[in-house]
């Protein structure tokens, strides 16, 4: 709406960039020559997609996912990483995307929970990666939903850098997203854990065969 698209941008509350709109003729600029005109667009809510700039933001105040475009486009393989920070696990952007596409398009998405619950402190085996199904209800075959999200493996599973950081950070991996000043120790522990994580997923039996790496199975590339 117009009212709240002018106190967003008056208290600078949305995270975005005016990019050029590759529909329109200055697809190649870097960005507005006059940066005052986009701001009055969007104060008074006339920023949209038939602009010659349109505001791009990360989409969170909608579907934090990404997902729900690619739904609407009956995308085959969708693969979604769900870095937001839910120590909860109450899996809050997933379940507002489940609710937005089967309201909006009709579309049903299937997924297990299991792999998302950490099992660092019993010893359990958990993942981090599930693999679910989107039916389109169009009369084809369900389409494949792979899903990766940050979680605390088992101790045997982890490396022992990681493992060190998450004895010092209790939050990890789920540590705030307001945190945006990493140090090097956490900026690696955090890309260890999610490429441990992915190769799993990515070599695993059920992961489906349009997105699996057999090269890593072969290579057991990570290990150690």
């Not at 698209?5 to 003729?25: D, E, K």
């Not at 697809?27 to 602009?51: D, H, I, Q, T, V």
């Not at 099992?119 to 039916?135: E, I, K, L, R, Y």
């Not at 000043?181 to 799993?200: K, N």
Request: hydrophobic share 40%; aromatic share 10%; charged share 20%.
């Amino acid at each position: 709406t117009a009212a709240l698209a002018f106190l967003t941008a008056v208290f600078n509350l949305r995270l975005g960039r005016w990019s050029p709109n590759p529909r329109a003729r200055r697809w190649l600029a870097s960005g507005p020559r006059f940066a005052p005109l986009c701001l009055l667009l969007e104060l008074f809510g006339y920023s949209n997609e038939a602009r010659i700039y349109v505001h791009l933001s990360d989409g969170g105040h909608f579907d934090n996912t990404g997902v729900y475009e690619l739904v609407r486009r009956r995308c085959r393989t969708i693969v979604l990483v769900d870095a937001a920070a839910d120590p909860g696990r109450g899996l809050d952007d997933l379940g507002n995307l489940v609710r937005k596409c089967r309201i909006d398009f009709g579309v049903d998405l299937y997924l297990p929970l299991e792999g998302f619950q950490s099992g660092a402190q019993a010893g359990a085996d958990c993942s981090g990666f599930a693999f679910g199904q989107v039916d389109y209800h169009d009369g084809s075959p369900p389409a494949a939903l792979v899903v990766i999200k940050p979680t605390r493996l088992a101790l045997k599973q982890l490396a022992v850098d990681v493992f060190s950081y998450g004895k010092r950070n209790a939050s990890f991996p789920q540590q705030p997203t307001a945190d945006q000043f990493f140090d090097e120790s956490q900026f690696e522990s955090y890309r260890a854990l999610g490429e441990r994580i992915a190769e799993d997923c990515l070599t695993s039996g059920d992961c489906p065969a349009s997105i699996r790496w057999p090269s890593l199975a072969r290579s057991g590339a990570g290990r150690g």
